[in-house]
């Protein structure tokens, strides 16, 4: 035991020995909050320990808006009124029917050959500048009065979010987020061994890249503009405790901005059962209502059904939005039991990915910006 723990401090040191420089001023001590009710301050050192056992936290340690202590977190997010039923279904069907499995796969190809995109890496910056590149490219025929690429920085580690802004027409300051984390991880050593993350969470980037690549060419392009403002978030630093997505909703938090849905996707390529594909619908630290809509677009765009899971944890930036007083949702690839079990390894690679499975996720997304692009928002009471 005594040995292991050795090897382990050992990692632990030569781990932070190759991290991003900047660590040594910011990263000595971090603020996690491990359940509802509990918060404790560790070392960078503790934390990565905390992550190889598979304790589960977010790191809040920039993030105090809402340390409330709030019992029921879900309950202090307003909730509205989403549509019950689906009203755009010839749009919605023209344009998933040109879903690109081939591009999805180009794309996951190059994604995954970054060595990592671990978010204190040098490659993992490389990765988000090749993503910045794709998304200017994708955008770059629609006008700059209205659609944007624009990078959130990060000033204690080197991957940026990024965020792409379409301005909606008549009520913009209604805001719908599709989000996804850009970062991979390798729990045994981040900073040494290779993270491909090609489910976790190259999937649900191809998945929102491939979304956004059909809006533009089938929507936009035509010049229509959804009435509210729609944007895709490439969250950095999920994997560090949902850093990059609680820097962004905190910043929105702050400047009272109206985000009235976001879907998360992560994790959208893996069918451990293929007699049984399904997706899973998460139903835990998300809004009831938006879950409950997500479900509508499900039954109405996908050729295969939904289960209802949960993951038991905040386990994606989800979490982040709703602590941040953001109604989200969450679809995963399936039941969080059947969910790819080689995430956080040099496993995790394209070859065990079902593209046909990630363009059922594609669906999603683009049901959901096309339905609620439009939308007249009204909070419930
Ligand atoms: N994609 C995972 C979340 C996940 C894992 C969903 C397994 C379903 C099955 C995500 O990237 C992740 O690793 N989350 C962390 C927690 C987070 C707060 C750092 C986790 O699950 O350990
Ligand atoms: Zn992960």
């Known amino acids: 035991m005594k040995l292991l723990s050795a090897i382990t401090a050992g990692l632990a040191v030569l781990d932070y020995a ?11 001590t971090r603020v996690i909050q491990l359940s509802k009710d509990t918060v404790r301050t560790v070392s960078e050192d503790e934390k990565l320990s905390f992550m190889r056992k598979g304790i589960k936290f977010m790191d809040i340690t920039n993030n105090f808006l809402h340390l409330k202590n709030n019992e029921n977190l879900e309950d202090a997010v307003p909730r509205y009124n989403y549509p019950s039923k689906t009203l755009r279904e010839e749009l919605v069907n023209t344009i998933i029917e040109n879903i690109d499995k081939s591009s999805m796969e180009v794309n996951l ?3 995954t050959s970054f060595y990592t995109r671990y978010y204190k890496s040098e490659t993992g910056y490389q990765s988000a500048q090749w993503l910045e590149h794709n998304l200017l490219n994708i955008t770059s025929g629609v006008s700059a009065d ?15 979010s990024i965020i792409v802004k379409v301005l909606g027409s008549e009520t913009p300051e209604n805001i719908v987020v599709m989000g996804s984390h850009q970062d991979s991880i390798n729990l045994i050593l981040p900073s040494v061994l290779a993270a491909p993350g090609a489910d976790d969470n190259g999937s649900g980037t191809v998945t929102n890249l491939e979304a956004l690549r059909l809006y533009v060419e089938h929507y936009l392009k035509k010049g229509n503009r959804p009435k509210n403002t729609i ?18 909703f905190s910043r929105y938090a702050s400047e009272h901005k109206r985000v009235v849905a976001m879907l998360q996707q992560d994790m959208t390529g893996y069918v451990q059962d293929p007699e ?13 209502e938006l879950t409950d809509f997500i479900k509508v677009i499900v039954n109405s ?3 295969i059904p939904y289960v ?3 993951c038991g944890y905040a386990c994606s930036d989800h979490g982040s939005a709703t602590r941040n007083g953001y109604p989200s949702a969450f679809v995963i690839e399936s039941d969080f039991k059947k969910t790819n079990k080689y995430i956080h390894s040099t496993m995790d690679t394209l070859d065990r990915l079902s593209f046909d499975h990630m363009a059922e996720h594609t669906k999603i997304v683009i049901g959901s ?13």
Do not use: M
Request: aromatic share 18%.
């Open 146 to 160: 209205f659609v944007s690429v624009e990078r959130v920085i990060h000033p204690e580690w080197k991957q940026y």
């Open 308 to 310: 209802e899971t949960k």
């Open 369 to 381: 910006i096309i339905e609620l692009g439009d939308w007249s928002f009204l909070e419930l009471k």
């Open 109 to 111: 190809a190059k994604f």
């Open 301 to 303: 765009y996908l050729s």
């Open 276 to 288: 049984n594909e399904h997706v899973g619908v998460i139903t835990d630290y998300v809004n009831s």
């Open 18 to 28: 190759t991290s991003y420089p900047f660590e040594s001023y910011f990263g000595s």
């Open 231 to 248: 944007e895709f978030h490439f969250y950095s630093a999920e994997e560090g405790g949902l850093l990059g997505s609680l820097d962004v």
